[in-house]
């Protein structure tokens, strides 16, 4: 069986491959991406459930896509 290396490995090798401007990106992804994340953790402790779907796949053109999501918000009772 063949394992993945471990993620930071996985991502720093893909990092190596991009350019500024895409590593830039990509942080900038993955900055939006944790502060989404605490969001979501707040509104769960606050008294609701979050999903968040697919709503649209977002294509640049040249191969390249992105997910974009939209929250589904249920209130417990």
């Known amino acids: 069986m063949n394992a993945k290396?471990?993620?930071?490995?996985?991502?720093e090798e893909m990092a190596s491959a991009m350019?500024?401007?895409?590593?830039?990106a990509i942080r900038?992804?993955?900055?939006?991406?944790?502060?989404?994340?605490q969001?979501?953790?707040?509104?769960?402790?606050a008294g609701v459930s979050v999903e968040l779907i697919r709503a649209a796949r977002h294509h640049s053109g040249n191969g390249n896509w992105g997910d974009l999501l939209t929250p589904i918000i249920v209130k417990n009772r």
């Open 28 to 37: 900038m992804v993955a900055n939006d991406l944790h502060r989404l994340n």
């Open 39 to 45: 969001s979501v953790m707040k509104a769960v402790e």
């Open 5 to 11: 290396p471990p993620v930071k490995e996985r991502s």
């Open 19 to 24: 350019d500024a401007d895409e590593q830039a």
